[in-house]
């Protein structure tokens, strides 16, 4: 839709109505192909690590796939991606998948909470972040799925920081990484990530209102 983005390649910037990276000037797509890898690997391995204690992975996955639902549906649909100022890219369908994962993780979740009796494991992290990675690549929201999987992206971090800081000068930033091995030798109560992540939501539609009327 050239009245709010440029070229599909772009990259849109969140909660700003005509900002974006122009990926789109790198001949055949080849800037947005290398992105895309990026994200789908990097979402992939940050729900991965995120996955080491009793739901801590499945809170956040069901509420992620559940915003990243309706904004598939609503960048989908012309007169709501209009009315709402962001790109129609034709992802109602996105949003099927994502809803068809929530219910089930939905029914997981009531058997992976401490005391957990299954576990995710590589086989689900792994392709759970990739397609949490592809509803967002769809629905052109690239960004946003930084914001709304915070904790996704505080576990790789804290992985990033104690890896680095020990090759470098020797030294552990936390007792053990991921961030909530650390919590865990520290004695310190993990809060549940779902309200958490509820919080996030509740304040990402906010400022979208917000943004929206003031705009």
Known sequence: NAEHTANMLDLLIPFFKNLSIPLSIVPLGLAFIVFTYLVINGASNAVNLTDGLDGLATGPLIVNFSSFALI??????????SYLYIPYAGSAEIAI????????????LWYNTYPAQIFMGDVGSL???ASLALAALMARQEFL?????????METL????QVTSFRLWG???FRM????HHFELKLIYVVN??????DNLFFLIYLVMYLNNHQ
């Open 145 to 153: 799925l930084a914001i709304t999987g915070g904790i996704f992206v």
């Open 158 to 161: 804290s992985v990033m920081i």
């Open 72 to 81: 598939a549906y609503l960048a989908g649909h012309k007169q709501f991606a």
């Open 171 to 173: 030294k552990r930033v």
């Open 177 to 180: 990484a991921p961030i909530h």
């Open 127 to 129: 392709p759970l972040g």
């Open 97 to 108: 998948l994502a809803t068809a994962l929530v219910g089930t993780l939905l029914g997981f």
């Open 193 to 198: 990530p779902m309200s958490i992540e509820l």
